[in-house]
């Protein structure tokens, strides 16, 4: 069964730092584009960041520019969002996705292949 799995949410402070973590198992990540995406309460899923199946390249959506890193460990079949400084903004639900062609917007949902379950991610005082 091919699976994407996200590990590492939590509730953490404004100001603090998490990173997830997203695992593929019954196939190999290494072929494929990754990127997060984000559901806030009632809001629309949005694309953060996408990292190409080398990790050659990445792209970040303003909202994670200079706070969040994207990297992957190809060896380990997972793909990593570094997030520092948090802010309450930054709640919501966290989804990882895979995608066999690197979309050419990486915030469109429809253009990847595989989901995650996504990880609840509170970033409250």
């Known amino acids: 069964q091919l699976q994407l799995v996200e590990s590492g949410g939590g509730l953490v402070q404004p100001g603090g730092s998490l990173r997830l973590s997203c695992s593929a198992s019954?196939?190999?990540?290494?072929?494929?584009?990754v990127g997060w995406f984000r559901q806030a309460p009632g809001k629309q899923r949005e694309g953060l960041s996408l990292i190409s199946s080398s990790g050659g390249r990445t792209y970040y959506a303003d909202s994670a520019k200079g706070r969040f890193t994207i990297s992957r460990d190809n060896a380990k079949n997972t793909v990593y969002l570094q997030m520092d400084s948090l802010k309450s903004e930054d709640t919501g639900i966290y989804y990882c996705a895979a995608a066999n062609t690197e979309p050419l917007y990486y915030s469109d949902p429809n253009l990847y292949d595989y989901w995650g379950q996504g990880t609840q991610v509170t970033v409250s005082s």
């Open positions: 019954g196939f190999t990540l290494d072929y494929y584009a």
